[in-house]
């Protein structure tokens, strides 16, 4: 039987977690991160709340820099460049890493200037209108808001704003999406939505979605990573990686006894 | 290991985009220490012009009242006393009122629509200008006293009255606000106790919001202090010492309006030092109401 | 006791009551188009008016507008945006301090700093001190402003791989400039109506302002015109007096309305 990192080294990783602890301050947050995210395939991060997803995936696109007291040791490759090189920019990985968060979060600007936006941070020279449909037709929004563009982003429904939010993140053309639970505040119609654009795009970008939904990830997710949390020798709870498989494995012939208690409902 | 292909690398910002973002910072953080650094330009540069005086008079400047230009003789005392007295009678009335207002629109006598208006038009009395305030005394206010009081023109009187409508709007407001911020398990408290409504109000909702209500008075003080054009139109400016409230006095801020444009000389450094001293006591008290209102927002 | 107290709201609203009522009757029966375009008449001769004092007032808020909006808005900025900690409070207190300082002090100030070094009163001179006046307003009004849009529109932003200054400048500003617009005209308000800062800065005149002078003369205002004529005993002077208060009361009630009705139609 393949092991998962045969399968991955096979697929080309994108992203590469080696050896990565995650402190706040003094407190060891995560520990002893060994983590491969496989190009073009969805990986879903699931464990019980505190475990460290969610600082997990902030750390691919550096967006823990914005916390004064976060740290990392270890290394986080992409495409073999240490993210967390001295000379790599924080502005330009986000341009090439995006990420769709929990509430959606429309610029309270157009849903044109929506798209448009990021694109021109990035120096974007060509046809904006074209840019837009194309963004919003990749995000399954287009045929809703096309007679709307000039609308303000945050006027349309929740379900929408989100595909909103995904529709702005391609525009850059990044290479990797994260996504940070983004069906939690979604009704059921929206999540359906939203998981069927997922599908579609993994086939031009490589997705990590966290997710509190077993279900959810094992409908979406190629690759799953269970995290869970233990408790130190001085009582403090940290989050490791408990285990990291295809979404099969995981979920029927999971190698962890913590695993198997977690997907089964045990407890979570 | 794979090598980082050139095609996949991240590399740098373009240097236009630190460059802004670089400028853009330290614009935001050179703004911000402007204010300060303009807070202490104003007493160093009025400081420094009261020098002259400063080093002829000394502190006794604080306690004659003899203003003579034609001697070069200089002295403040009439001022200060009218400065401080008017502004104490000023608040013996604004803040039983403010208060009383600030309470009228804090519980729920009235419909919400109607405390709405009520709030506004106190607003609007704290935004109508020194000088219209001033106009309105001289035509309105003290003719009107003339006829009922011993006042036979400007004097402390009409200035302390119409002070104390001028800082009215301050101590309701702010009181308002500290008296709205109470937190309502409290009232209820006071009510699932047994106590009236009023009971409540002064045994337990005033109580606690008491450093903001201090707070405010304070501020009203200090801008009480400071109030030129109407104290100025109003009060007489005269620098004999009367005690009498129907008598014409001073303060220094009306000192200053009435006396600068034709100053020269000995003089004007004689006006800074007033000046100078008004600004000490301003923000003095000014700064002393900062600290305790900021007390209140941290319970 | 509610009799006492209810006795007080009636009390306090009394003298606002009466100073509208009086400027009304005064100041309609002064008013007529000639106000607007003639110049301040002698004693005791009829008419004339006080277009020099309205251009002259419109001038000198104007220059105080240009001074104190951009320092006031990046200050706020700063506040807001960029400092935790010490300093900011030190910044905002030095703010409120700032607003306590009698409008008379900061005339003295300016008459110093600027009228003495140029030899000259000014309009300039007058635009500063309005412009000192101005800025604690604009400071907290700009941050209250900007305090209102949620974190999750900044987080959306550096998401996508924004710079600082374009989160700040292209996507939190615009979002808050109705409510610093608000701020503004208040602090415009409160600039037009004050007479102490302007006595010995920009003194007064009985002629229209000299552009060819470049503005460095004795500029008359509406605030100062009327504390002029308020204390002479001309019979057609202080009819010119009601009716510049009658104007500046006019600018007061606009700003205070307009302010409130945009409150209450904030989007955040």
Sequence with gaps: MLSPDDTINQTQAVLNAENVDIYYGDFLALKGIFLQIPKNKVTAFIGPSGCGKSTLLRCYNRLNDLIPVFRLNGKITYHGQNLYDKDVDPVMVRRRIGMVFQRPNPFPKSIYENITFGAKLNGFKGDYDQLVEESLRGAALWDEVKDKLRQNGMSISGGQQQRLCIARTIALKPDVILMDEPCAALDPISTLKVEELIHQLKEQYTIIIVTHNMQQAARVADYTGFFNVRVTDEGKRQGYLAEHDRTEVIFQDPKEEATKEYVSGRFG | MTS???????????????TADTVFRWAAIISALAIAGFLIWIVLQIFIQALPAITQFGLGFLFKSTWNPVRNEYGILTPIYGTIVSSIIALLISVPIGLGVAIVLSEDYLPTKIQTILVFLVELLAAIPSVVYGLWGIFVLIPFLRGITPLRGPGMLPAALILSVMILPTISAIARDALINVDVGLRQAGVGLGATRWETILWIVLPTASSGI??????????????????????????????????PSNTISSLLANQFAEASGLQVSALMYAAFVLAVI???????????????QKI | MSGIAGTFMVMAIIPLILILLYLLIQGISSISPSVFVELPPPPMVDGGGFGNAILGTVIMVSIATLISVPIGVLAAIFLSEYSGGQLANWIRFATNVLSGVPSIIIGVFVYGAIVLSFKTYSAWAGGFALSILMLPIIVRTTEEALKLIPQEVRQASVGIGANDFQTILFVVLPAAIPAILTGVTLAIARAAGDTASLMFTALFTQFWPNWENKLAEPTASLAVLVFNFAIVPFKNQQQLAWAAAFILVLLVLLTSVISRLATSKRQF
């Design chain 2, 4 to 18: 980082i292909s050139e095609q996949t690398r991240i590399g740098s910002r373009p240097p236009v985009e630190k």
């Design chain 2, 282 to 296: 301003t923000l003095a008290v000014n700064m002393l109401a900062q600290v305790v209102v900021t007390q209140l």
């Design chain 2, 214 to 247: 201090i707070g405010g008075i304070m501020l009203a003080l200090g801008r009480a202090l400071g109030e030129t054009m109407a104290v100025t139109m109003l009060i007489g400016n005269s620098n004999q010492l009367n005690l009498s409230i129907f008598q």
